[in-house]
């Protein structure tokens, strides 16, 4: 082959030279680089050219389609006066998906739930909702959601059976254990339903050999721990993170997955909002892996998470010992010791310009700043922050008139493992898992699935069969959310409601309502149970308490219609620190002592947190 050997893409090309060179030359067709008219161009917008192709796709595939086995559409025998074919409702409700109990509005079209959004009304979430409580709408019409009760592998027979038989079993084994003192156990998540709380303490006192286990995946229980210890109180009070210039987050994920997620966020990107001020607040993140907190962080620095209290520690000491700028009232506490700031950032490889910037910014802003631990780090560490925020008088951002409230407290992985050891040693004679799943959610070093094996009657009250379920004697289906009824409090002077938009697909019941009928006795149960019973506590309990104008039934209704009620009511005076909770924090490795965590508590996917105080032990 010669030197000049080429290439052709085609015959015409290798025998056609001169036309080709010609095509080559004129790079665009005639005509294409004309000007033109644009009221000679079609008046379709890009927009509905792709709706209609979208749609006649639609159609060709349904005109494919049978409907023959798809079920009928049966018409209105006589039409509800509140809906109009085409017109949406919307319906004032509570998301259970979290913690948080934000309120939501559900749009509906003919019945049917479509959209959740967040309800203006509340003055937690103001309207916000996040993408599980959007989502939560998706669980109500899962194909895989129980249609009625069935057997569990635990009882030896399989296929499905009655509500009645489900209910005369289970009563006649209540029965049973309060007769021979055998343990009832029930395993729930924590509790932001006063009626629900009301309700599982009489069923405690129908059956009073009965023990209720509360427990989390996720949760703030060191929080909750070193807020008594430093305060004498675990209702913790809300931030004011709108009015805080600088944050300093450790190991927080605040802005993720950790806290009343949707009002941080709210509050803390106020402060970000060019149309609102001038200056943005400030956000340094210290943590040891990403978090979505420390994505967003104007400067972010990378700590192992058992550095964390001597970083705290080294803070205050550079603020009050060495700027001598603490706000605290009394003197300074002597418990603590030294840590050098200069030591600490060349001991972890970190920037010292870095922290010496986060300490002037600290102080330039005292009394309007935050420092912030997350549900990880240890009761310790938690106390040191909140002693940093007492020296910084950042306690000013504390509302201590509106606090969190829980109804139940988390049980400690020993009540845990001390259940597991009675149920194989047959001191229990009955576990009722409460909406939970804690054969997947507990270690399986705590071997609570074995466990089940030696408890007589197992009861799974959930939406779908799970780990638990299948380990059960009887799975009970219950309501999906959008199906039940119930009242939420979060925090002081904040009622929510939750109300059904829909009635009952399947076989199933409310578990509150499946409560109430084995506390009867007889194994009685109408639909309208719960309801009666949530009624008749706010009649009797709450509203005297509201000192309100009008009689029950309008407060009711108004209260349904708007989802929501602020009452007056005070959580507490002015917040006092106390001395003594500063006795024994010292990091691992610091003068001599080493560290022994014990008394910790599970917080899912195997791990645990500590919920007791650091013991110093002699360097081996």
């Not at 149309?275 to 340094?284: A, I, T, V």
């Not at 935050?370 to 504390?398: C, K, Q, S």
Request: charged share 20%.
């Amino acid at each position: 082959m010669s030197s000049e050997s080429r290439y052709w893409k085609s015959l015409r090309g290798l025998y056609d030279k001169d036309s080709v060179n010609e095509a080559k030359a004129d790079e665009f067709m005639a005509g294409v680089t004309d000007d033109f008219d644009l009221s000679d161009l079609s008046t379709m917008s890009r927009k509905q050219f792709l709706a209609l192709l979208t749609a006649s796709a639609a159609f060709a595939a349904a005109g494919c389609n049978s409907y023959r086995d798809r079920g009928e559409i049966v018409p209105y025998n006589k039409e509800p006066e509140e809906i109009t074919p085409g017109v949406s409702n919307s319906y004032a409700s509570t998301c259970s998906g979290c913690g948080q109990a934000c309120g939501i509005l559900v749009k509906t079209r003919e019945g049917r739930p479509i959209k959740v959004d967040g309800n203006p009304d509340h003055p937690v979430n103001l309207g916000k909702i996040c993408a599980k409580g959007q989502g939560n709408i998706l669980n109500l019409y899962d194909p895989y959601r129980l249609r009625g009760p069935i057997y569990g592998s635990a009882s030896g027979k399989s296929g499905a059976l009655t509500w009645k038989q489900a209910d005369e079993t289970v009563i006649q084994q209540l029965e049973e254990c309060t007769g021979t003192s055998k343990e009832i156990a029930i395993l729930t998540h924590s509790i932001q339903s006063p009626t629900a709380a009301k309700a599982l303490n009489a069923f405690r006192a129908k059956y009073p050999t009965t023990r209720l286990y509360v427990y989390d995946l996720f949760n703030d229980a060191t929080r909750r721990r070193a807020w008594e210890v430093c305060y004498g109180a675990s209702d913790l009070p809300t931030i004011a993170w709108e009015r805080a210039r600088v944050v300093l987050a450790l190991e927080s994920d605040f802005l993720g997955t950790e806290g009343m997620t949707i009002e941080q966020i709210r509050k803390f990107t106020d402060g970000r909002d060019i149309m609102k001020s001038k200056e943005f607040n400030r956000l340094y993140a210290v943590e040891g892996s990403m978090s979505l907190t420390g994505a967003n962080a104007d400067y972010r620095l990378r700590l192992r998470p058992d550095a964390q209290l001597e970083f705290v520690l080294a803070l205050i000491n550079e603020i009050a010992v060495v700027r001598k700028k603490s706000m605290t009232r009394g003197a300074l506490s002597n418990q603590l010791p030294p840590v050098s700031l200069t030591s600490f950032a060349e001991k972890y490889s970190l920037s010292l310009e870095i922290l010496q910037h986060l300490v002037a910014d600290l102080i330039e802003h005292a009394g309007e700043s935050i420092v912030h631990a997350g549900d990880v780090p240890p009761v310790e560490v938690h106390v040191a922050v909140n002693y940093l925020n007492e020296i910084l008088g950042n306690t000013r951002l504390y509302d201590t008139a509106a606090r969190s409230v829980l109804f139940s407290s988390l049980a400690p992985a020993s009540e845990i493992e001390s259940l597991v050891g009675r149920m194989k040693s047959g001191q229990v004679g009955m576990v009722v898992h409460f909406g939970t799943n804690p054969v997947y959610h507990l270690p399986k070093a705590f071997g609570y699935e074995q466990a089940l094996k030696s408890v007589p009657v197992t009861v799974s009250l959930t939406e779908s069969e799970d780990e638990t379920s299948r380990s059960c004697s009887y799975v009970l289906p219950i309501h999906h959310a959008f199906e039940s009824w119930g009242d939420f409090k979060v925090r002081t002077g904040v009622y929510s409601f939750q109300q059904p938009v829909i009635a009952p697909l399947y076989d199933t019941r409310q578990k509150e309502a499946v409560l109430l009928t084995w506390m009867s006795g007889k194994g009685s149960f109408k639909e309208t149970q719960y309801h009666e019973y949530l009624m008749n506590n706010w009649e009797k309990d709450v509203f005297p308490k509201l000192n309100r104008k009008v009689d029950f039934k309008t407060f009711w209704y108004a209260a349904l219609h708007d989802g929501v009620i602020s009452a007056d009511e005070k959580a507490g005076g002015e917040l006092t620190f106390r001395p003594e909770a500063l006795a024994n924090l010292r990091p691992p490795g610091l003068d001599g002592f080493v560290v022994s965590l014990h008394q910790s508590h599970y917080v899912g996917d195997g791990a645990f947190a500590n919920n007791g105080w650091l013991q110093e032990l002699p360097h081996p």
